[in-house]
């Protein structure tokens, strides 16, 4: 079965960078487009970023653009996420999530979603 499993997720200043990384298994990822998404406290969910199967093209939504960077490596069936200049606001349970098909924006219908890894920024 599908498996999405998120890791990295800490505690970082302001300013701070992160990178949090989605093993996946169960089925053929180089197959599927990707996306990230995150739900702070409180709050419904945000799409972040999303990634074309074959890594060719990314999108990312206007809060986190230019300073978040998704990227995969197909050969190890893992979806990345770099985080730079970390902003309080960026604190959130994030998610991992296959799409079931992928247009190119930085959200889709999903498929299946990870657990969740939790990014604290704070001084």
């Known amino acids: 079965q599908v498996q999405l499993v998120e890791s990295g997720g800490d505690l970082a200043p302001p300013g701070g960078s992160l990178r949090l990384s989605c093993a996946a298994s169960?089925?053929?990822?180089?197959?599927?487009?990707m996306t990230w998404a995150r739900q702070a406290p409180g709050k419904g969910l945000e799409w972040v970023a999303g990634i074309y199967s074959d890594g060719s093209g990314t999108s990312y939504a206007d809060s986190v653009k230019g300073r978040f960077t998704i990227s995969r490596d197909n050969a190890k069936n893992t979806l990345y996420l770099q985080m730079n200049s970390l902003k309080p606001e960026d604190t959130a349970l994030y998610f991992c999530?296959?799409?079931?098909?992928?247009?190119?924006?930085?959200?889709?219908?999903?498929?299946?979603w990870g657990q969740g890894t939790q990014v604290t920024v704070a001084s």
């Open positions: 999530v296959k799409c079931m098909y992928f247009s190119g924006s930085y959200y889709c219908p999903a498929d299946s």
């Open positions: 169960g089925f053929t990822f180089s197959t599927y487009g």
